[in-house]
């Protein structure tokens, strides 16, 4: 019986290198010059902190922080961001928390997003913080991919471990 897993993860590695170019060109570039502002990642509870002179230049920084997360291929629905703000000496703070894994709330809408389909033959079930899908015929399990795809859900999905 074909199935495949509705999954949504973030790789780790691109994360930190759109960290890394951020600050980088923060570092160089003219208008955040004498604002010390600080792009750092926290890989243990998946959370960046940007960190910066003023609110305007946080408006500033989250858009580069935003422009490299996409050239990364990095979606921006797993991006959370937190409300600005003011931190000691007029300085603006705002964190970034990343949300990766099917919450099972998530799970639920996927599972009735599946059946309101009325697709013959297909199931579907929550496995920890993935949904396994199955079904008779691989014509109906490409339907759902492309169904999921079109949904606007909060988060970004993968279609991971496709068995025929």
Do not use: C, W
């Not at 960046?48 to 291929?73: N, P």
């Not at 705002?94 to 997003?113: D, F, P, Q, R, W």
């Not at 759902?144 to 999905?157: G, Q, T, Y």
């Amino acid at each position: 019986m074909p199935s495949f897993d509705v999954v949504s993860e973030i790789d780790m590695q691109e994360v930190r290198n759109a960290v890394d170019q951020a600050s980088r060109e923060v570092a160089n570039r003219y208008d955040f010059k004498d604002t010390n502002s600080v792009v750092e990642l926290n890989d243990k509870d998946m959370v960046i902190k940007l960190e910066t002179a003023s609110q305007d230049r946080m408006f500033a920084l989250r858009q580069v922080m935003e422009e490299k997360m996409i050239k990364r291929k990095i979606s921006l629905k797993s991006l959370e961001f937190g409300e600005i703000e003011d931190a000691a000496g007029g300085r603006a703070r705002l964190t970034i928390s990343l949300k990766a894994g099917i919450s099972s709330e998530l799970a639920k809408k996927i599972n009735v997003h599946i059946k309101d389909l009325k697709l013959k033959g297909i199931q579907s079930q929550t496995q920890g913080d993935q949904v396994r899908v199955s079904a008779k015929k691989r014509d109906a399990l490409q339907d759902v991919i492309a169904s999921l795809r079109e949904a606007d859900l909060e988060l970004p999905l993968q279609f991971e471990n496709f068995r025929d």
